[in-house]
């Protein structure tokens, strides 16, 4: 009898696309490749292309899709062998996607990940051969990554920062929102879990670690834990090894008194808060199905000024929402002047099959969405670049993220979460990512700011 010999797994290039919690999603599936011996990279040619796709909003899925079509492209050219699609796109639309891209050769659900292994190995044919069985073309379901999937993420060797999604799904409900119908409703992570996680992650070199979900003030809620939050923060704090702890996507009216006096203790634990209040009118946040008006978050934010000096606090609104007249839209200029938040990302209304809020009336022309979109985007630029300039002779700690070998060292504050919030560049720095650094703000510019290290300050 003739032994056949071993396959040999190939090479998959994995890009993907979304937020941080689709970031830990590719992860896993990159741990998941790699442990089942196939080479992951992040560019050049590849046997496999998986695009690890965005379904939230019209921009998002319009980016999706040009990838996935580029894509299609270089398979068509002969230089990609295999073509899967991931992630939220095909979990939203599985019925319709198979046909409107033949191209594609597998979809698969964010909760989909453990079966790919196996499948990639059937496509290649290195189980079933030339003339085995083709895989599925959909692989698409409604389940979602146990607690042993996570850890097995493959973060980067060394990677000063890394997120920690603490939960999956929704329960908010909110009119305009894609999520429940995406990722389902919500479900909280186990504690030890997420505990054997982060110390997993610190071990594999992060200095950092910012806790995500889509609410992460919900956490526990769905096990009657109600304001379970505050005691998993103090928890994570405790892993060895730990420098900064950071808190994302918080819901306004889920920030409690223990979550405050936490935050305040200060530590490891950042004073730096991200929280989307989506709009300040009342009757929009009415619309949009949000529990609380303007005055509620008025009194938040001083109470967090007032509990934690120095916080940061970013925030999420929505413009072009249906029936925002022109007086709602200038009630939300005049509380982004009033509160002047330290960061603020600003999205055009996306309507959105399936939602409450695409049946409503009236709707926003796309032409008045674009331009209140430039509108507050050159409002929060000049209110970013007075704080920039506020901070210029002030002393930082950084965390450093790259160092090229030519030009400034690449870094954060605490002020600013990864990704999101800009630099700060640090020229002549030769030390290593991952490095703490106190410095010195020398100078600013809308977006970023340029320091000096202080000496015999990095550890």
Known sequence: MTRRAAPVPGTVLIHTLGCGKNAVDAEVMSGMLADAGFTVVSRGPADVAVVNTCGFVKEAKEESIGEVL??????????????????????????????????????????????????????????????????????????????????????????????????????????????????????????????????????????????????????????????????????????????????????????????????????????????????????????????????????????????????????SVIVGFPGETQRAFHNLLDFMHEIRWDYLGVFPYSREEGTAAHGMKPQVSEAVRQERLRIVQDTQADILSERNSALVGSEVELLVEEVPARGAAVCRHRGQAPEVDGNVMLPGYRGKPGDLVRARVASSREWDLRARALPSESR
């Open 70 to 315: 580029a894509l299609a492209a270089e398979k068509s050219k002969g230089r990609l062998r295999k073509l899967v699609v991931a992630g939220c796109l095909p979990r939203r639309y599985r019925e319709e996607l198979p046909g409107l891209l033949p191209e594609v050769d597998l979809f698969l659900g964010p909760g989909d990940i453990p079966s790919l292994p196996g499948l990639l190995r059937d496509m290649l044919g290195e189980t079933a051969g030339p003339a085995g069985p083709a895989a599925p073309r959909s692989c698409v379901g409604e389940g979602a990554l146990s607690e042993s999937d996570y850890l097995r993420r493959k973060v980067v060797a060394g990677a000063p920062a890394a997120f920690l999604k603490v939960l999956e799904g929704c329960d908010n409900r909110c009119s305009y929102c894609t999520i429940p119908l995406i990722r389902g409703p919500l479900k909280s992570r186990d504690r030890d879990a997420l505990l054997a996680e982060a110390r997993m992650l610190v071990r594999s070199g992060a200095r950092e670690i910012s806790l995500i979900g889509q609410d992460i003030t919900a956490w526990g809620t769905d096990r009657g834990e109600k304001g379970a939050l505050p005691g998993l923060v103090r928890d994570i704090r405790k892993v060895r090894g730990l420098r900064w702890l950071r808190l994302l996507y918080l819901y306004p009216s889920g920030i409690d008194e223990a979550l405050i006096d936490l935050v305040a203790e200060g530590g490891k634990i950042v004073p730096y808060l991200d929280i989307p209040i989506q709009h300040a009118d009342p009757d929009i946040l009415r619309r949009m199905g949000r529990r609380y008006g303007p005055d509620d978050l008025r009194r938040l934010v001083e109470t967090l000024r007032a509990r934690i000096p120095g916080i940061f606090l970013r925030t």
